[in-house]
């Protein structure tokens, strides 16, 4: 019934998607764990990282699981990201001001962005509107990805800054960039 579709103009000449943006820039800054949660709009990233030995990779029960494992990781020296859908991140802020936050991990978030552009389910929507007021209530650094020309750069720097002031940043993913979850009927 449900297909996520890749826009047509998300995939450049050279063939790169965003999915393979992720994946190559996860590895070129040593970010080997990535648990998730999973989501139809992240299925591909998905199916590539479990194919490459180079991460360790396995879903999760709940988001906020899955920021306790790249925490405890953090703390024994291994990098981490957690993948994740909108309505997953309502459930992180006790985690992040908690943990995340006060012990400096830099959690790196990728986050599908559901609840605009035609969203079909109100509850998705209501979730939407706060996750940016959330971020930005926490300090967070955040970015929403909408074009494929620039994000490569926006998730390696993002990428770099959690890093170096180990401090979590978001990179929400937007339907313009990953074609969203679309329904037939």
Not at 117 to 145: D, I, K, W
Request: glycine residues 6%; negative net charge; aromatic residues 8%.
């Amino acid at each position: 019934m449900a297909a996520a579709a890749e826009p047509a103009s998300q995939e450049p000449s050279d063939g790169k998607a965003w999915y393979d943006v992720v994946l190559q820039t996860l590895k070129r800054n040593e970010i080997r764990l990535v648990p998730y949660v999973p989501d139809r709009v992240l299925t591909t990233l998905i199916k590539n990282i479990h194919a490459d030995p180079f991460f360790v990779t396995f879903p999760t029960a709940r988001e906020e699981e899955a920021v306790g494992i790249v925490s405890g990781a953090w703390m024994g020296g291994m990098r981490g990201a957690v993948l994740m859908q909108t309505s997953g991140f309502a459930t992180l802020a006790n985690v992040l001001a908690s943990l995340a936050i006060p012990y400096q991990i830099p959690l790196i978030m990728f986050v599908s962005e559901r609840g605009t552009l035609g969203e079909f389910n109100y509850g998705q929507s209501l979730v939407c509107r706060t996750m940016r007021p959330v971020l930005a209530s926490l300090a967070v650094e955040h970015h929403t990805a909408t074009r494929l020309d620039e994000f490569e750069f926006i998730v390696d720097r993002s990428i770099k800054q959690a890093i170096t002031t180990q401090a979590p940043v978001a990179l929400i993913l937007s339907p313009l960039l990953t074609g969203g979850k679309v329904f037939e009927k």
